[in-house]
């Protein structure tokens, strides 16, 4: 039995992530208010075991969202296993969503229609659920597919109650993954930019993760990485954290960091450790 809350942002992407779960076989429940968490609880907990059941809370709720934490704790102290998680965007790109789509912010009313406002003031409301997350997934920079690879990676068959791992390339000019637990920047590794054959290719042709991991230098630069990844998983899962992102860094995030992300990967599933990866800005031009 699998209980997933959604919370987060206001046009950060959580429709979009109610579509995955539900693409996955996840009932889903839109705006529950707060106070109805326990008694759905109570529903679960008798539900059958192969049951997955995903709801979504935030600051549609109003001024209930005040009870939210209750009924959190309330949950716990039921007994009944759930998990949170919250979805976050940065604030200008979430201004520039309601202003192409025209909707309108749930807060906007009690701030003169100022989205910005609204945002900030939503954020504030919600910071105590994001401390609280287990997983936690920035849209800023991500299209709506890469979410729903994000989500599928997360729950598509997350029974097991094991970290799962996400390995992120990304490029440094277009901003750091703000979700990302550890970045490892490879930009000091050569560069298959400046090889005319390989420019228009990205890490996920052959030729370019050859060039790339045809250097001594890149070769024990992944040996070294992959031995502290080894060394820190068993200590992350100690302290009970339930997803890792791992961010490779190249400069425009198609060549060295998706070779690293792939090849990081592909050795994490080697050891049987739940991992799916991710190219951010492989698309990008």
């Avoid at 001024?63 to 998680?85: H, K, Y």
């Avoid at 920079?141 to 097991?160: C, M, N, T, V």
């Avoid at 277009?174 to 979700?179: E, I, V």
Wanted: with cysteine; aromatic share 10%.
């Amino acid at each position: 039995m699998e209980f997933l809350i959604l919370t987060g942002l206001s046009g950060a992407g959580k429709s979009k992530a109610v579509e995955m779960l539900e693409d996955i076989d996840f009932v889903c429940i839109d705006n529950m208010p707060p106070t109805l968490l326990p008694a759905f609880g109570q529903i679960v907990l008798k539900s059958p075991a192969d049951s997955k059941f995903a709801v979504v809370i935030d600051a549609r709720a109003g001024s209930g969202i005040t009870e939210f934490s209750g009924a959190l704790d309330e949950l716990n102290e039921m007994e009944v296993p759930f998990q949170l998680l919250f979805i976050d965007c940065e604030d200008s790109v979430l201004v520039n969503r309601f202003k192409e789509t025209r909707r309108r912010h749930p807060l906007a009313n009690e701030y003169n229609q100022s989205i910005s406002e609204a945002i900030s003031a939503e954020r504030e409301m919600i910071a105590p659920f994001k401390q609280r997350a287990d997983f936690s997934i920035d849209t800023t920079y991500l299209s709506s597919k890469q979410l729903k690879d994000r989500i599928a990676g997360l729950f598509l068959g997350s029974g097991e109650k094991t970290m799962r791992i996400q390995c992120m390339s990304f490029g440094f000019k277009y901003g750091l993954p703000s979700d990302a637990d550890l970045i490892f920047d490879v930009r000091c590794l050569p560069n298959p930019f400046y090889v005319p054959e390989l420019k228009t290719k990205t890490g996920l042709d052959e030729p370019v993760s050859s060039y790339v991991m045809g250097f001594e230098q890149s070769q024990e630069f992944l040996q070294k990485l992959t031995d502290l990844i080894d060394f820190s998983l068993p200590l992350y899962m100690e302290e009970g954290k339930s997803e890792l992102v791992i961010g490779f860094g190249c400069t425009g995030g198609k060549h060295r960091s998706v070779t690293f992300a792939e090849a990081m990967s592909k050795h994490l599933r080697e050891r049987r450790i739940h991992c799916n990866t991710i190219h951010r800005d492989i698309q990008k031009k």
